[in-house]
């Protein structure tokens, strides 16, 4: 798995396949693999001409594992997408976000426009402007001793979550710490690239497809029917409605 240095921290991604580039990025507690490769999103991506790029996120996966929540954020996290499209010489991508993945796709697309052609925020409504709660029963949950010890129930399912990825928990929490910038409608609304915001109707996480919407001057929404959170990552109506809106912006 290739590795780059984005300022001293080591970062693992994927590149396969060759065409017009899609960078791909990840939801907390997840990585490339569990987000983009199990669930069918690579191999569609690269059948239908694409370079795909996927990265694990500092703190998840194959990349290096801090447990300093003053080493995470979105915004810092964005910064390390933009070195991975450096490190590979790419001067502008589409990316798509899932969740923690869509708030880090925002802020690349905020603070560096351009390098980004066109972003798919997969899992993330309104919640990006208001947030999605609060983080620390999160935290908390991923540092108890044993998962018996959770009472929250958000905070359980996250740490089963991890606990299945075998994930680095004590980096887990401090990501949750500090990834969950709030985004102002006004930021939102300098968004100047086509986006599509893709939620699934039962998800009761991500907060309204279409207010996100709303805000940005080019923007869609795509509804995944009867997906929650969870299960309308690798949904083929969410399949589908990306590689549709790729062609129609091209």
Known sequence: MPLFNSDEIDIAYLDEGEGEPIL????????????WVHTGWVGLLVQAGRRVIAIDNRGHGKSAKIHDPEAYGAPIMAEDARRLLDHLAIPVADVMGYSMGARITAFLAL?????????????????????????EPIAQALEAVSIEDVADPVGRSFRKFADQTGSDRGS??????????????????????????????????????????????????LDIPRRDHMLAVGDKVYKQGVLDFLEETA
């Open 24 to 35: 791909l990025i990840h939801g907390f507690a997840s990585n490339k693999d569990v987000n």
């Open 172 to 221: 887990l929490a401090a990501c949750m710490r500090s990834s969950r910038q709030k985004i102002s409608e006004q930021d939102v609304g300098r968004i100047s690239v086509p986006v599509m915001v893709a939620v699934g109707t039962r998800d009761e996480i991500s907060g309204s497809a279409q207010k996100l919407a709303d805000l940005m001057r080019d923007a869609r929404v």
């Open 111 to 135: 603070n560096h426009p351009e390098r980004v052609r066109r972003a798919i925020f997969g899992g993330l409504g309104y919640g990006m402007v208001t947030g999605v709660g609060d983080p």
